[in-house]
């Protein structure tokens, strides 16, 4: 069982910084890649930022040159820098991490994980 714990969330103005962490932990597991994604009211969940376990990035072109996502393998911890923030970044942000744990026989079985959401508003 791997359990993640999101903070760093909360209200910021137009323009401001925040950064969002998400820690995993559990036993016996690796983590691969790591996201965070976010969901709008009365909007589906969007991809923000994805970090491989080799350190390759990807970012929804609304947030490209605004936000970095790192990681830190020893930690197996995610971040999100967000700066520059508009209004429309107003969502609740979910982490997310893929991760596998070595199972007898089989060998390695892939899970998927997600962090309970943390708010982020940006007022104008």
């Known amino acids: 069982q791997v359990q993640l714990v999101e903070s760093g969330g909360g209200l910021v103005q137009a323009g401001g910084s925040l950064r969002l962490s998400c820690a995993a932990s559990g036993s016996d597991f690796r983590t691969n890649a790591m996201g965070w994604y976010r969901q709008a009211p009365g909007k589906q969940r969007e991809l923000v930022a994805t970090?491989?376990?080799?350190?390759?990035?990807n970012y929804a072109d609304s947030v490209k040159g605004r936000f970095t996502i790192s990681r830190d393998n020893a930690k197996n911890t995610v971040y999100l820098q967000m700066n520059s923030l508009k209004p429309e970044d107003t969502a609740v942000y979910y982490c997310?991490?893929?991760?596998?744990?070595?199972?007898?026989?089989?060998?390695?079985?892939?899970?998927?994980?997600w962090g309970q959401g943390t708010q982020v508003t940006v007022s104008s």
């Open positions: 997310n991490i893929r991760f596998s744990i070595q199972r007898a026989i089989v060998g390695p079985v892939g899970y998927d994980s």
């Open positions: 970090i491989t376990s080799g350190g390759s990035t």
